[in-house]
C-alpha cells in the first residue's frame, strides 16, 4: 500500500480513530486461538458512523483492501489482517436504545455481547445470544458471522435474532434500517445478506435487537444417556413435556475427564460410569415451574430407560457450576494436546448414525486417536474433535490428522450436513467451501460483484 | 408472445404439462379479491422440478417473461398475469418426507398451508403458519410472499420457518438445499433472496420447513381494553406472565359490530360497551396449564386496571367461535361497502400514537369516515381500513380514499414503519414502494440484474 493512499485515509479522520503504533495494533493482528499471526500498515478506529462511511468511500475510490474487526474472537482466520487496513469498531459501543414496549434494543457495532445483555437484563429483558466469548466478541462481529452458542435451540441464531441493520457500503453510502420492525415485506431482505457475510459486502455499524420476556424460572440438569441416539430420543421427549427447552448440550465422559483433570476445581456431576451426558436447561414463563418441568420429563425419560442417572441443580451456583464444566471442555482439551477441530452440523435425526461413522473413521484411520464430540446436539451440531490420547500433541499430529479431517468432511457430506454449522468459513475452511458449493459460490461471487465490485471489503476471506 | 415461443415451451412438456384451456385459465388469470382481471397465452402445470427447470430454461434463452403463482390468494395483484406466461405449481403438491426428530417437513412448492399443518399434526408436531386463507395458500407462494398470519408473535414470519428451499433460477439451474439444517454458516444464505422475492428472482419448488413441539395446552380469550395504549401495555404484561402469547389481535368495536351484523350466528362476546378488544392465545407445554395461566395473567391485567371485561374459552367451540369472529372482520367489512385498505405496521411501542394520528387523519381528510383498525397489534402490525359510514360505499369512495392513503403512508414513515406489514408490494404498492426506498431499490435491482440478468421473472412486480 502506498504512503500516499495511507494519508488519504489518515488525514480525512480526527487523531483518535487511527493508529499506527505497533503495541496497540499487535492483539488486533493475531487471531483468537494464537494460531494465525497477521499484520496491517493502518489501525482505523472510527467514532462513528459518518467515519466509517468517509473510509469506505476513500478506500473504494483507491482500491485499499479493508478488513472489518469486532472483539476478534472468531475461530477461522476471517478476522485476522494480512497487510489489509483494519478497521475496529471498538470505539463504536454505545447502546443507542432500549425499548421494552417494542422488545427491541438498538446498539452500535462495537457493544460487548455481554454489556447488551445487561442492558436488556436492566430493562426487564432478555437478549439470549450466550456463548462462551462474550465478554470479548461484539455485536457486528457476532452477526457477520451469524454467531450461535448455547441458546439456538429455543432462539435461534444471531441471524433470527436481528431485527435491522446499519451498514456501511463499500463507497461510503449507508443502508440502515434500525426502526425495529417485526413485520416489514417491502422486497429483499437486504440485511441478511451482511448477516454471515464475514465482512465481505460493508462494515455493519449497527444493529436492532430482538429482545424477549425473562423466563420466570429457569432449571438446568446433567443426565447420564447411553449414547447419542438416545441423547436425540430424549430431546424430543423433553420438548414436548417440557415446552421450554433453552438448550440441550452433549458432554461426552471423555471431555468431562479432561476438564476435571485440567480445571481447578472441577468434578464429575455424576460420577464416570455414563460414557455421554447432556446439559439440559428447561425454561419456563412461571416462577418455580421450570424445575418441576424438568423432574417430570426426567421421570419419564428414566421410566422410559432413555436416563440413567440425572442431577437437576439445586442453585444457580450449581448450575453455573454445571455450564462451566460445559463451557470449560476446550479448554479441558487444549491442556491435554493440540485437536483437530471440525464444526459441522446434521440433520438431528442423522446426529447418531454420523457421530458412529465419524468416530470410527477417526479411529481407524490416526493411531492414538480420541474424539471429543460435545455440544449442541439440540441443533444437529457438534464440535467433533480429534486429539491424540496421549498427552501433549504437537503440530505434527496437526498434519497427520489433515486427511482425516478431508474425509471427515466427505462424510458429513453423505449426511447432508455442514462443514461449518456456527464458525463460518474465514480462511481456514475456505478451499474446503469452494469446492463442496460450484454453484452457489458462483451466485454469492456475482452478488458480492455488485456491492463490492473493487473487492475491497476482507477479500482473502469466505469467498476468496 | 410469438407462437413460435409458445410451441418451444408445449414442446417441450407432457400434455398434462399446459393448457390453453380459457376455462381452466380463468380463475388464475383473476385475483384473490376481483380486483385485477388478467390474461395469459399459456398455462404450465409442471409436474416436477426437471420440467420446471426446462421451463426456465426455454423463458431465459428466449426472453420469454413468466409469472409463478401458488394458490392465487394473494392481496396486492403479484400473482396476476398480464401477458405473462403462468406457471401453476398446483401439480407439485407432495408432501416428500416429515422428520419428527429433526422437527422438519419437506414438501413441494404446491403443498397447500392446510395439508402441511396436518401432516405435521399426524407426526405429532406443529407446524405454525395460519391465516386466513390457509385453505388455498400454497407453500411455494408463501415463501415467495413471505407470509405473516396470526402466530407471527410467537414462531415468526415464513422466513423464519423456512430451513431450506429448492428453487429453479433463470436458465434452469437449480439450488437446493432441503437438508433441513439448522445450523448451516457456510457463506452468505441465499434462500433469504428468494423468500418474500414475490417471484423476481426464480421459481421456488421445494421447501424444508421448521416444525415444533405441539402444545399441551391452550387457551383463548376475549378481553376488553379502553384503547390500542391500553392493548400494547397489556401484551407486555401478558408476555412477562404467560411466557406463551402465541396471538395478540387487536379488534374494534366497529369490527365486530359489522361481523355480528353481516355473518350469521356471530355474537359479541362481551356486549359492546368496549370501544377495543383482544384476542389472546396462550400455549403451554403442560397439559391443562395454559388457561390457569391466561387466568392469572388476566386477573393482573383487572387489577392494574388495563382490561375492563374478559372472557376465557371454556371449550374447544368457543375458542374457534373467538377466532371465527376475528377473521370474519373482512367480511363483515366487505358486506358494508368498499373500503381502502392498509397494511402496515410501526414498532410495537409507537402503536397506540400511530392510531390515534393516523385515525384523525383520516376522519378529517374523508367525510364520513369510518376506521377499521384490525389486527396483529403484538406484531406492530395493523390493517388499517377505511370505510364510510354509511353502507355501500363502492369504486367512488376509494378514488375518494387515495390521496388519504399517500398521506398515511407518510404518516407510517414518520413512525418508522412499513407501509407493507405482511402483504407485500405487487404491482398496487410499486410506486409507493419505489419512491420510498430508493437505495434499496437500487440494490434489489443490482441483485435481480445478475439473477435474471434477462428479466423474464415477473417482470411488472415489485421492482417493475
Chains 1, 2 share one sequence.
Not at 32 to 47: A, E, I, S, Y
Not at 111 to 137: D, K, M, N, W, Y
Not at 307 to 314: G, K, L, N, R, T
Not at 387 to 403: S, V
Amino acid at each position: 500500500m502506498t504512503t500516499d493512499a495511507l494519508t488519504a485515509l489518515t488525514s480525512a479522520l480526527p487523531p483518535a480513530s487511527w493508529s499506527r503504533d505497533a503495541d496497540e495494533i499487535a492483539p488486533h493482528a493475531r487471531d483468537w486461538r494464537g494460531r494465525v499471526q497477521g499484520d496491517t500498515p493502518l489501525l482505523l478506529k472510527p467514532g462513528n458512523t459518518q467515519e466509517v462511511s468517509r473510509i469506505l468511500g476513500i478506500c473504494h475510490d483507491r482500491r485499499i483492501a479493508v478488513l472489518p474487526q469486532g472483539g476478534n474472537t472468531g475461530l477461522v482466520g476471517g478476522s485476522t489482517p494480512k497487510g489489509e487496513v483494519l478497521i475496529s469498531l471498538k470505539r463504536m459501543n454505545a447502546i443507542r436504545a432500549v425499548d421494552p414496549a417494542n422488545d427491541s434494543l438498538t446498539c452500535e457495532a462495537g457493544a460487548i455481547l455481554e454489556t447488551v445483555q445487561t442492558a436488556a437484563r436492566e430493562a426487564g429483558r432478555l437478549f439470549p445470544l450466550s456463548l462462551g466469548a462474550q465478554g470479548s466478541a461484539m455485536i457486528g462481529g457476532l452477526i457477520s458471522t451469524n454467531a450461535g452458542g448455547v441458546h439456538v435451540l429455543r432462539y435461534g441464531m444471531m441471524r433470527e435474532l436481528v431485527l435491522g441493520l446499519e451498514a456501511v457500503l463499500p463507497g461510503g453510502r449507508v443502508v440502515s434500517d434500525l426502526a425495529g420492525l417485526r413485520k416489514d415485506n417491502t422486497g429483499y431482505d437486504l440485511k441478511q445478506l451482511f448477516i454471515g457475510a464475514e465482512g465481505t459486502l460493508g462494515v455493519v455499524t449497527g444493529a436492532t435487537l430482538k429482545l424477549f420476556a425473562r423466563p420466570a424460572s429457569t432449571a438446568v440438569a446433567v443426565a447420564a444417556v447411553a449414547d447419542p441416539a438416545a441423547a436425540v430420543e430424549l430431546l424430543s421427549l423433553m420438548k414436548e413435556q417440557t415446552g421450554g427447552v433453552c438448550a440441550f448440550e452433549l458432554m461426552p465422559r471423555i471431555g468431562l475427564d479432561l476438564v476435571v483433570a485440567h480445571v481447578p476445581g472441577s468434578r464429575h456431576p455424576l460420577g464416570r460410569e455414563a460414557d455421554w451426558c447432556v446439559l439440559i436447561e428447561v425454561s419456563s414463563g412461571e416462577p418455580d415451574r421450570a424445575g418441576l418441568l424438568m423432574e417430570h420429563a426426567l421421570e419419564n425419560a428414566f421410566e422410559r430407560g432413555l436416563v440413567s442417572d440425572a442431577v437437576i441443580a439445586q442453585s444457580e451456583a450449581q448450575a453455573a457450576e454445571f455450564w462451566r464444566l460445559r463451557e470449560s471442555i476446550p479448554e479441558g482439551e487444549k491442556a491435554h494436546g493440540k485437536a483437530a477441530k471440525h464444526d459441522v452440523s446434521v440433520p438431528v435425526s442423522r446426529m447418531a448414525a454420523f457421530m458412529a461413522e465419524a468416530a470410527g473413521l477417526a479411529e481407524t484411520e490416526l493411531e492414538d486417536a480420541m474424539v471429543i464430540a460435545f455440544g449442541h446436539v439440540g441443533d444437529g451440531n457438534v464440535h467433533f474433535n480429534i486429539a491424540r490420547r496421549t498427552p501433549g500433541a504437537g503440530d505434527d499430529f496437526l498434519a497427520q490428522a489433515a486427511p482425516v479431517t478431508a474425509r471427515l468432511y466427505d462424510l458429513v457430506d453423505r449426511h447432508n450436513g455442514s462443514i461449518s454449522a456456527e464458525h463460518g468459513i474465514g480462511t481456514i475452511k475456505q478451499s474446503e467451501f469452494l469446492q463442496r458449493k460450484p454453484l452457489e459460490v458462483e451466485l454469492m461471487r456475482a452478488i458480492k460483484g455488485v456491492i463490492d465490485p473493487h473487492a475491497i471489503m476482507n477479500p482473502r476471506v469466505l469467498l476468496g
